[in-house]
Every structure is written in C-alpha cells, then in structure tokens.
C-alpha cells in the first residue's frame, strides 16, 4: 500500500500539472507518487480505474506511463483540490494506492 507518511519519508522531486510528485524517480520504472491532498503511488497503481469511475467530482484523469512494470496508464490526481474527502477512492482501489488527507 502507499505509505501514508510519504510526506515525512520522501522528498518532493517534481511538478506535473499544478501537483507534487513525491519521489524517488527513475523513468520508466520508478515514477513515484503524485499529489499530496489526493496522493497517488504511481508505482502501486494497476489502472484499476474504480477511483475514476467512483470520484463525485472527478480528481482523477487518465496519464500514460508506457513501459511501467505495473501499467501503461497510471490514475493521476488531475484535480486533487475539488476532493471532497469522500474516501470513495482509498475504499475502492483494490491495490490501496491512493492516500487522501483530510484537513
Ligand atoms: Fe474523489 Fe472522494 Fe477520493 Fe476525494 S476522497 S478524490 S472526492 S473519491
Ligand atoms: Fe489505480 Fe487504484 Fe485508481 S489501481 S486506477 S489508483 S483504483
Ligand atoms: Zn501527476
């Protein structure tokens, strides 16, 4: 699962549409987690897709992640700040890749 302190056990690497990327990075096999109040491992993510089908106000949009060991598309926290804190996304996912921090 993602760790749920991956603000006090990694170190912020990047930017990618307005939103951190935490890392550690090594494309194409390493890419990290992205967002902090809807936090995504990338890395954990298969493209399940239950968090963009089940999102009331759809944070999450469809990013390519070709030659990702676990997918070639990877569930990204587009806009993480219209997140409800509904925790709809953290229940469904089945590989428990996404961390949302109220408050
Ligand atoms: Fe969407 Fe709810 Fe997840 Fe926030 S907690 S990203 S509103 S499903
Ligand atoms: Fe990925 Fe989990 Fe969503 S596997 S696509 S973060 S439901
Ligand atoms: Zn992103």
Same mark, same amino acid.
């Given at each position: 699962?993602?760790?749920? /302190?991956?603000? !006090? /056990?990694?170190?912020?690497? +990047?930017?990618? +549409? *307005?939103? %951190?990327? @935490? *890392? ?8 990290? &987690?992205?967002?902090?109040?809807? $936090?995504?491992?990338?890395? &954990?993510? &298969?493209?399940? *897709? $239950?968090?963009?089908? %089940? ?6 949009? @469809? ?9 070639? &598309?990877?569930? +990204?926290? $587009? /806009?993480? $700040? !219209? ?7 953290? %229940? ?6 996404? +961390?949302?921090?109220? *408050?």
């Amino acid at each position: 699962p993602i760790d749920a /302190n991956f603000e !006090q /056990n990694r170190e912020k690497v +990047d930017e990618h +549409d *307005g939103h %951190d990327v @935490w *890392g550690p990075v090594d494309e194409p096999e390493e890419l990290g &987690i992205h967002g902090t109040h809807v $936090a995504v491992d990338f890395d &954990i993510c &298969i493209a399940d *897709g $239950a968090c963009l089908e %089940d999102c009331p106000v759809d944070v999450f949009e @469809w990013v390519d992640s070709p030659d990702h060991p676990e997918s070639e &598309i990877k569930a +990204d926290p $587009a /806009n993480e $700040a !219209q997140c409800i804190d509904c925790m709809l996304c953290v %229940d469904v996912c089945p590989v428990d890749a996404i +961390d949302v921090d109220p *408050g």
